[in-house]
């Protein structure tokens, strides 16, 4: 079992909880021993597209941290929480409520490279402690911004009624990442909202709930994420994503090859390089094969269907990032 399985993560469990359920079901399953990881932590409070690098797969899951994510959250308007979330306590509120226009005309500026500010209740290290532990604890924890990209930022557009928020016959307003607004304005503009829902594209290291935040701010008001749904990671989408239930159904069935995509699947965007026997032995001893006619830049090394290695091609030679044991 060398490959990717797609979980579509349910509310309330974390990454390495859904690793440890395909293990359960590999060995329900009576398949051999083999190595698991995940390719891009999903908070508890999130669902959605958690890929799971099982075997040889697990020498990429690192590729999958850097890829670029699509998610699906809602801002209530009104209250903002130390986490930013559902789950923290209240810091901030306001009566503010803003617009479809208001919104509208601000999106843009969180399309493209911007800085962002990650939350103080994340997992990056402060003086080698996790930020949420110290933040637990009651320090004031204060990161440095960083640089990331939001590809395109797209709101679904809600239609006002009198007592709250409906969302009607769904179209889409923002700015795609070639800055484009091609949506019409909703005739009810003027009427505030409790609450929004958008689809943000996003580089690595671009924190959500810190963007919920900032957009917020910038209308006037306070927020906080009450719903995030990953609906892609790099190549993998929910089409691909399977339940735990039905993770679990097909362990004890032994039908888990059924939904375990090739290594392949985690490197759509790179070019295959297929090799002779000689060249693929070569390869596997970490040897630097010479004269090799291909494009500079990362390739696939290929023995027929076999996957020999992540390979990196420069000036007619090429040599191994990662060797795969198959």
């Not at 399985?5 to 051999?32: E, F, M, N, W």
């Not at 290290?125 to 990161?143: F, I, N, Q, S, T």
């Amino acid at each position: 079992m060398h490959g990717w399985i797609i979980l579509d993560k349910p509310l309330g469990l974390g990454s390495t909880q859904c690793v440890s359920a395909v293990k359960r079901a590999l060995r329900s399953g009576g398949y051999a021993k083999a190595k698991v990881g995940h390719g891009g932590t999903l908070d508890p409070l999130a669902t959605g597209v958690l890929p799971i690098a099982v075997g040889e797969a697990t020498k990429l899951a690192g590729r999958m941290l850097d890829a670029s994510k699509v998610y699906e959250f809602t801002i209530r308007f009104g209250v903002q929480t130390d986490t930013l979330d559902l789950e923290g306590k209240v810091i901030a509120d306001s009566n503010v409520r803003p617009t479809i226009g208001q919104i509208e005309a601000i999106l843009p500026r969180f399309t493209g490279p911007i800085a962002q500010i990650p939350p103080a209740y994340s997992a990056l290290k402060v003086d080698g402690e996790r930020a949420y532990d110290l933040a637990r604890g009651g320090a004031d924890v204060v990161l440095a911004s960083r640089q990331v990209t939001v590809h395109s930022l797209l709101l679904l557009k809600p239609l006002p009624f009198r007592g709250g928020v409906g969302v009607g016959p769904v179209s889409l307003i923002g700015t795609d990442e070639h800055g484009d607004s091609p949506h019409p304005t909703p005739t009810h503009e003027g009427e505030g909202l409790t609450e929004i829902t958008l689809t943000a594209h996003v580089s690595k290291g671009t924190y959500i709930r810190s963007l919920a935040r900032d957009i917020a701010l910038a209308l006037g008001t306070v927020g906080h994420v009450t719903m995030l749904r990953r609906t892609k990671a790099g190549p993998f989408d929910l089409l691909r994503a399977i339940s735990l239930d039905k993770l679990a159904e097909l362990g004890m069935s032994r039908g888990l090859e059924d939904k375990l995509l090739p290594l392949r699947a985690g490197l759509d965007d790179i070019p295959a390089l297929f090799l002779t026997p000689d060249q693929a032995g070569l390869l596997r001893q970490g040897r630097v094969l010479i004269g090799i006619a291909a494009d500079d830049g990362l390739c696939f090394a290929m023995l027929g269907d076999i996957p020999v290695a992540l390979a990196e091609a420069r000036d007619r030679e090429v040599r191994v990032v990662r060797g795969f044991n198959l």
